[in-house]
Nanobody
Framework: VQLQASGGGLVQSGGSLRLSCAAS????????IGWFRQAPGKEREGVSF????????YYADSVKGRFTMSRDNAKNTVYLQMNSLKPEDTAVYYC???????????????????WGKGTQVTVSS
């Protein structure tokens, strides 16, 4: 079970990027997915997530209103549309599968696994 995030790049402040999360050898629609990011010298933090009960999506306060998570099950891909990007959004972005389900919602990286290679997002001011 392996995930691969892609679509990162260098963008100016206020710009947009769309990240993709693709799976190898299994169907993503069987799993709850989360997006995370990690900036240099900082801990990994949650960005966007799905509720385990109904798959509805919720966001970290830092990206609410700017980022949109979506799925295309036909393409076996999960997306993260990032608009109005800020320099503080600069980080390596990862997608991951939820593996521990103590609550309907979780923003904790400890509840996720199958971390693939991330994709670098750099926002210049």
């Amino acid at each position: 079970v392996q995930l691969q995030a892609s679509g990162g790049g260098l963008v100016q402040s206020g710009g947009s990027l769309r990240l993709s999360c693709a799976a190898s050898g299994f169907r993503l629609d069987y799993y709850v997915i989360g997006w995370f990011r990690q900036a240099p010298g900082k801990e990994r933090e949650g960005v966007s997530f799905e509720r385990s009960s109904d798959g509805s999506i919720y966001y970290a306060d830092s990206v609410k209103g700017r980022f949109t998570m979506s799925r295309d099950n036909a393409k076996n891909t999960v997306y993260l549309q990032m608009n109005s990007l800020k320099p503080e959004d600069t980080a390596v972005y990862y997608c991951a599968i939820r593996i521990y389900y103590s609550d309907d919602e979780s923003q904790s990286p400890a509840d996720y696994g199958s971390w693939g290679k991330g994709t670098q997002v750099t926002v210049s001011s």
